[in-house]
């Protein structure tokens, strides 16, 4: 998990990408590796999500391919076998919590409040979503409950985008943001990834700016 969540950290935004059409997975992957986002989180609402998996892994073997949206250890399974590198869920579902951790799969679980963090703490997770993020509270949220969990860094995700990412870089406890406006789904429909490139290396930019 540790190393899982250290390239966390360097790319500093995990895009979060809904695929309606696994023709689409190839195309979008190398948008983003040409980009300088080697990294995609694909999310289980869609039938074509399993599959788009397999082709960005099997396509593109260095990027980090992961699932998002994950609601039962079933889609667990079918994520990891499809080659996901990760698991990112909306809440924190004990039982799918643990089922990763047993597994050693890592998984990063959506947190709202003290509690759901206190039940990844108890199954060994320091790394946790924070969803969604805006709605919940934003960054004032992450700082209040970061307070009496020294060990736990966030990962926001839900209203992020350009305007307000780099404020979230600038707090050390967070990991890193997932976003999806370098990746909206009528670009994606539309075939036109070469604009995705590009809204993927302005993204990478605002990263470097923080982050240096």
Same mark, same amino acid.
């Given at each position: 998990?540790?190393?899982?969540?250290?390239?966390?950290?360097?790319?500093?935004?995990?895009?979060?990408?809904? !695929?309606? *059409?696994?023709?689409?997975?190839?195309?979008?992957?190398? @948008?983003?590796?040409? #980009? %300088? =986002? $080697?990294?995609?989180?694909?999310?289980?609402?869609?039938?074509?999500?399993?599959?788009?998996?397999?082709?960005?892994?099997?396509?593109?073997?260095?990027?980090?391919?992961?699932?998002?949206?994950?609601?039962?250890?079933?889609?667990?399974?079918?994520?990891?076998?499809?080659?996901?590198?990760?698991?990112?869920?909306?809440?924190?579902?004990?039982?799918?919590?643990?089922?990763?951790?047993?597994?050693?799969?890592?998984?990063?679980?959506?947190?709202?409040?003290?509690?759901?963090?206190?039940?990844? !703490?108890? *199954?060994?997770?320091?790394?946790?979503?924070?969803?969604? @993020?805006?709605?919940? #509270? %934003? =960054? $004032?949220?992450?700082?209040?409950?970061?307070?009496?969990?020294?060990?736990?860094?966030?990962?926001?995700?839900?209203?992020?985008?350009?305007?307000?990412?780099?404020?979230?870089?600038?707090?050390?406890?967070?990991?890193?943001?997932?976003?999806?406006?370098?990746?909206?789904?009528?670009?994606?429909?539309?075939?036109?990834?070469?604009?995705?490139?590009?809204?993927?290396?302005?993204?990478?930019?605002?990263?470097?700016?923080?982050?240096?």
């Amino acid at each position: 998990m540790e190393k899982i969540f250290k390239q966390f950290r360097e790319l500093g935004i995990i895009p979060v990408v809904v !695929l309606d *059409n696994a023709k689409d997975a190839a195309p979008l992957a190398k @948008a983003l590796c040409e #980009g %300088g =986002l $080697p990294v995609a989180e694909v999310t289980f609402r869609t039938d074509a999500a399993e599959e788009s998996i397999r082709i960005m892994s099997e396509q593109y073997p260095d990027m980090l391919v992961g699932a998002g949206t994950v609601l039962t250890t079933e889609q667990v399974d079918r994520a990891v076998a499809a080659g996901a590198k990760f698991i990112v869920s909306p809440g924190t579902n004990p039982r799918i919590v643990k089922y990763c951790v047993e597994k050693g799969i890592p998984i990063c679980p959506g947190t709202t409040n003290p509690s759901d963090i206190e039940q990844a !703490l108890e *199954n060994g997770l320091k790394v946790v979503k924070f969803f969604p @993020a805006e709605p919940a #509270g %934003g =960054l $004032p949220m992450i700082k209040a409950m970061a307070a009496p969990y020294v060990d736990v860094m966030f990962m926001p995700t839900g209203g992020i985008k350009p305007s307000n990412i780099r404020r979230y870089l600038e707090y050390d406890r967070i990991i890193a943001c997932g976003g999806s406006w370098m990746v909206p789904g009528d670009l994606v429909k539309a075939g036109e990834f070469n604009k995705i490139t590009e809204l993927t290396k302005e993204a990478v930019e605002i990263v470097k700016e923080v982050r240096g």
